[in-house]
């Protein structure tokens, strides 16, 4: 009977699994973008493009209800700037990931309110 009163405690402390990955998401998201922006300023468009798709990818598995709607606008800024990239527009990648990047930190900082 100790034991699982050991373990209920240890559970009920612990943070649950899916904020941790909602924290990651949107933690990999920003990264992602911000890596984008420095390989464009550098001149590598292939590792951008690479990048933009990762933080894309990220940005999915940030689920947060209020911010659900921004996310998905946000996202698509994400794929334009990608296309962007692809298209050697580095002007017009970089002001997507600009938006993309102050978007998501909004995002961020909704989330961080309420956990």
Known sequence: MAA???VIS???IA???GEAAVKDA???TLSGIIS?????KAGDLPAASKTILEASQASKEFRFEI???QRQKATDVLKAARKSVEAGDAATAEAGLATALHSFSEMKAKYDLTH
Do not use: F, H, L, V
């Open 26 to 28: 949107i933690e990999n």
């Open 36 to 40: 984008a922006q420095a390989e464009i």
């Open 67 to 69: 911010t659900e709607r």
């Open 10 to 12: 240890t559970t009920a």
């Open 15 to 17: 943070e649950p699994k």
């Open 4 to 6: 699982s009163i050991t």
